[in-house]
Structure formats: structure tokens, C-alpha cells
């Protein structure tokens, strides 16, 4: 019996790369809807926050110089920017996950580069963050923000304060 | 009796020996208020907010209750570890009366309770609190700290004994906070509207907090003694009989 290696095609590293890259970002997103558990807090914190903090604390707009009369708008932007940044320790908790399971040593020894090993993580998250962005701003429309003055967009791209 | 006494004990050292499990329930609390105290500052100037002297007053009540939701978490956790490697069985296997061993759960959750009672006041002392009920307030707001612990551990050791699993039970942590964060733990009641407004008015949490907000912000009276007391007593009520009801399913599936 005669062991077959399929040779490695050196010829175009770039197109190794995106390949590459493409196939573990695609194994990424494949774990939000396998993994449920993992993804389903970073979803559902910031928009858990967005509609309780605007309830419960509405009336801080009417604090003298509040720079907002929908305590929603004051809130949402807060609630992405959390809802980002839990999105992005989902690559860290993942990447300790491959790390402990050995199957980032096997991704070591595939032939490509190192860095198309992180480009496929950041692309997953990239994709993630979207996902919790628009989920966390739609909820927000529907629970009453509103587009502001001439500053829009801005900060973390949803809503301007109202002067 | 005695064998209540040494479960209570070993709960009490459970909690002294494991401070990573503890301590979250005493930090985050201070967190909160320190958050609060600086970015609320201004709000107590509101209309309707309740007369105060600093936002930190009408703080401390959501800290206590606070911590105290969140260390009940960790003692109904506690029974589930012990039923998840075995340690209740053997419970199960000595002459000890089983309700005993329920009873010195809950009766070590309420010894940690009004410890946390105690610790928010003596930490936020120093920063301006005043409790206008006096020493008797405040002893009063203790006890009530252990009753409310002892109350909210009913419901979580009937989760424990129910699905045997830790994991479960800190999973109940999520609806604590929609628990908190929709009643007036952080914020007043009379300053809210529409829908959040009528989820407050029913959420006994609501009730809770405002019987010990009572005592620091307006002082000692029957009706802030009675709420601070008999809410969490008769809440106490239901969920000690919950969670008896679990144990004798469990000791009726062996």
C-alpha cells in the first residue's frame, strides 16, 4: 500500500491565504449556530440593556443639560459598543478552545501562513459584531431611538444627542 | 439541632473558604453604587425622586439586595455541587434528619446575607450614607439582608435539588437582573413610565429594596420595619416550602 500526499500548491500564496482564511472564518460562524450557548449572551446582553436601561433610568433626561430627550438614545450606543466588544472576547474564548482541544497545533502544521490563521478569527468576528450591531440597533429603533441633529452618524455610529 | 448547627457551620465556612466565590457578590454591589453615586449625582434633584440626602442613601438598599440576590446564587450552587459529587448522598446515609440538612443551607445563606448587609453599610458609611432609622435601622436592615438571603435561597436550593446541577442553577443569574434591573432597585419607581413602570410596580423585588430604602432615607417606622421584615418573611415562606417539596421528590426518586 502506497501512502498518497497531495502536493501543496506554492504557486499562489495570496490566493493560499484567502483560502485559508475564508475556510476557518467560515468554521467560525458555523460554531454561532452549533455553539449556540457561546454566541447567545453577546446577542442578547446589549439589547437586554438597551430596553432595560432606557426604562428604568427615562428619567435622567430631564436632568438640566442633558444633551438627549430619549434616554433610549442615550443608551444604545453604549449597549453596541458593550455588545462589540463581548462579540470580540468570543474570539478569545474560542481561540482557547482550539488551543486547549490541540487543534490549533494542527492548524499550525497546515501549510500556510501563520497570519491567514488570525485573519480567518478576526473575519469571524468581524461578522459577529455586525450581527450583534444590527440586532442591538434595530431593537433600539423599535424601542424608540431616534436619529439626532447634524452630528449623525457618529460615535459608535448610531445615535447623535438631540440639542 | 445539632446536626442543623454543623450544616449551617460547614455552610458558613464554605463561604469563607472560597472567597473567588464570594467576593463578586460583595464587589460588584459597590461597584454598582460608586457607579451610580457619580453618574446619578444630579438625578436626586428630579421630580418625584424620593427626598434624599445623596444618591448614595438611596443606593445602599439596591446594594444590599443586590448582593444578596447574587450570593443566594452561590449557595444554591453550593447544594447542587454537593449533590453533583456525591456529598449528599452520603448526608443521606447518616442518621442526620433531612430536613436538617436544607435547613443548614438556608440558615448559613441567611448568616452570609446579613453579613453583606453589614459590610455595605460599614463600607458605605464612610462615604457620606446616612441611615435616618439609627442604629436600630440598621440593625433591622441586616436582619432583614438575612431574611431576604435566606428567601431567595429557598427558591434557588428547590433549583438544586430539583436538577442536581450547578450549572443550571447559575444560570439562573440572567433572571436576576432582569429581576434587578426591571424594579426599582436602581432607580425610583415614581420616576418611570408606561410598561416599566407597571413591571416595577408588580415585581416584588420592587417591594423588597424599598421596605430597607425605607429606613435609611425616611427612618424607622412600623411600615418600613414591617416591609423590610415580613416581604422577604413571607416571600421566605413560599420558597422554603418549594424547596422542601423538591428535597422530598428527590429523596422519593432514590
Known amino acids: ?59 435622567i433626561t430631564k436632568i438640566p443639560g442633558f444633551p438627549t430627550d430619549r434616554s433610549v438614545n442615550w443608551y444604545l450606543p453604549f449597549a453596541s459598543v458593550m455588545g462589540s466588544g463581548f462579540s470580540g472576547l468570543g474570539l478569545g474564548f474560542s481561540t482557547i478552545r482550539d488551543v486547549e482541544s490541540g487543534f490549533f497545533d494542527r492548524l499550525r502544521m497546515a501549510p500556510t501562513p501563520r497570519w491567514a490563521l488570525i485573519a480567518g478569527s478576526l473575519i469571524t468576528a468581524w461578522v459577529r459584531v455586525v450581527i450583534v450591531l444590527t440586532a442591538v440597533v434595530l431593537m433600539g429603533f423599535a424601542f424608540g431611538a431616534r436619529r439626532g441633529g447634524s452630528g449623525w452618524p457618529t460615535g459608535s455610529g448610531t445615535c447623535a444627542p438631540r440639542r | 439541632m445539632s446536626a442543623t448547627a454543623a450544616m449551617s457551620r460547614r455552610s458558613v465556612m464554605a463561604f469563607a473558604r472560597q472567597p473567588a466565590l464570594v467576593v463578586p457578590a460583595l464587589i460588584f454591589p459597590l461597584f454598582f453604587a460608586a457607579l451610580g453615586s457619580s453618574s446619578f449625582g444630579r438625578a436626586v434633584r428630579l421630580p418625584n425622586f424620593p427626598k434624599v440626602h445623596s444618591f448614595l442613601d438611596f443606593a445602599l438598599a439596591g446594594s444590599i439586595i443586590q448582593g444578596v440576590l447574587f450570593g443566594s446564587v452561590t449557595g444554591g450552587a453550593a447544594l447542587a455541587t454537593d449533590i453533583e459529587h456525591g456529598f449528599f448522598d452520603r448526608l443521606l446515609a447518616t442518621p442526620v434528619s433531612r430536613i436538617s440538612i436544607l435547613v443548614g443551607r438556608l440558615a448559613g445563606a441567611a448568616a452570609f446575607g ?8 460599614v463600607v458605605l458609611l464612610p462615604f457620606g450614607v446616612r441611615i435616618k432609622g439609627g442604629v436600630a435601622g440598621a440593625i433591622i436592615i441586616v436582619l432583614a439582608g438575612g431574611l431576604t438571603a435566606m428567601a431567595v435561597g429557598g427558591f434557588t436550593a428547590a433549583m438544586a435539588l430539583k436538577t442536581g446541577s450547578a450549572e443550571a442553577v447559575q444560570g439562573s443569574f440572567p433572571l436576576l437582573f432582569v429581576a434587578l434591573f426591571f424594579s426599582s432597585t436602581f432607580f425610583p419607581r415614581q420616576t418611570m413610565q408606561g410598561a416599566y413602570r407597571r413591571i416595577a410596580d408588580i415585581n416584588p423585588v420592587s417591594h423588597l429594596v424599598e421596605g430597607v430604602r425605607g429606613l435609611v432615607t425616611e427612618g424607622l417606622t412600623a411600615g418600613h420595619v414591617a416591609a423590610a421584615l415580613l416581604i422577604p418573611a413571607a416571600i421566605g415562606v413560599a420558597s422554603i416550602g418549594l424547596s422542601l417539596l423538591a428535597l422530598r421528590a428527590r429523596l422519593a426518586s432514590r
Open chain 2, 114 to 121: 446579613a453579613f453583606q448587609a453589614l459590610f455595605f453599610i
Open chain 1, 1 to 59: 500500500m502506497t501512502a498518497t500526499v497531495t502536493p501543496v500548491d506554492t504557486t499562489a500564496p495570496g490566493g493560499t491565504v484567502v483560502r485559508s482564511a475564508g475556510a476557518l472564518a467560515q468554521r467560525g460562524l458555523r460554531n454561532i449556530r452549533r455553539l449556540p450557548s457561546a454566541f447567545f449572551p453577546a446577542l442578547a446582553m446589549p439589547i437586554f440593556q438597551t430596553i432595560a436601561f432606557s426604562g428604568t433610568f427615562f428619567a
